[in-house]
């Protein structure tokens, strides 16, 4: 049976290691249309295991992490980035030079 929208986002998701982030668009490419960034979001939001499916490490095409994060807002999602030695600056911006995921 095929799998779902948010059924391939999540596929995408698990594969970003720890200590990189992936953004929006990238995890909409990988999981079959680079058009699909706004699903991202809503798969993202609706996460069913925010444990196994690490949705924090996925930030906007400018590195800038969800104002509403799901899971406890902006401030826990830069925690939990800083958990794993991703540097989050003061405005909630992360080095998309330095901690993108290369998608492999």
Not at 16 to 28: L, S
Not at 54 to 80: I, K, M, S, T, Y
Request: aromatic share 10%; glycine share 10%.
């Amino acid at each position: 049976m095929e799998k779902t929208v948010f059924e391939r986002i999540y596929d995408v998701v698990r594969r970003i290691p720890r200590g990189k982030v992936a953004t929006y668009g990238q995890v909409a490419m990988l999981a079959g249309n680079p058009r699909w960034a706004r699903a991202v979001g809503y798969a993202l939001h609706a996460n069913p295991d925010p444990e196994g499916i690490p949705c924090f490490r996925v930030v906007n095409r400018f590195g800038r992490v969800a104002p509403a994060f799901a899971f406890g807002g902006e401030d826990r999602q830069a925690e939990l980035l800083r958990a794993e030695g991703i540097e989050v600056s003061e405005d909630g911006t992360v080095d998309l030079e330095k901690f993108l995921w290369d998608g492999l």
